[in-house]
């Protein structure tokens, strides 16, 4: 049975950091892709960083470049979510999620399997 458990959220003031974690079990196949996704009040829940294996391929959405990385460890089983200078936009719940795909998606129905969400919030 496929578990994704994260951890790491929390409230933070505008330009401030944090780092959510994702730890994966029970996935024994070689071509997937990790990622995180992130859905906001009275919003759809969108594509943030995802991470492909075998080949690594790192993809962010457009408002994140350049202030979000994601990366792996642990043999691939833990996946990270580094955030810096966050953005009061940035106020969503994160989830971690794993697509049976080698190319990323940014489309939530091509998810397999979803973490169960961690809150992530920023404000004054």
């Known amino acids: 049975q496929v578990q994704l458990v994260e951890s790491g959220g929390g409230s933070v003031q505008p330009g401030g950091s944090l780092v959510l974690s994702c730890a994966a079990s029970?996935?024994?196949?070689?071509?997937?892709?990790m990622a995180w996704f992130r859905q906001a009040p009275g919003k759809e829940r969108e594509g943030v960083a995802f991470?492909?294996?075998?080949?690594?391929?790192?993809t962010y959405h457009a408002s994140v470049k350049g202030r979000f990385t994601v990366s792996q460890a642990n043999a691939k089983n833990t996946l990270y979510l580094e955030m810096k200078n966050l953005k009061s936009e940035d106020t969503a719940m994160y989830y971690c999620?794993?697509?049976?795909?080698?190319?990323?998606?940014?489309?939530?129905?091509?998810?397999?399997?979803w973490g169960q969400g961690n809150q992530v919030s920023v404000s004054a």
């Open positions: 999620s794993i697509s049976r795909r080698s190319s990323c998606s940014f489309r939530p129905a091509d998810v397999d399997y």
């Open positions: 029970g996935y024994a196949e070689s071509n997937y892709c």
């Open positions: 991470i492909s294996t075998p080949r690594s391929t790192l």
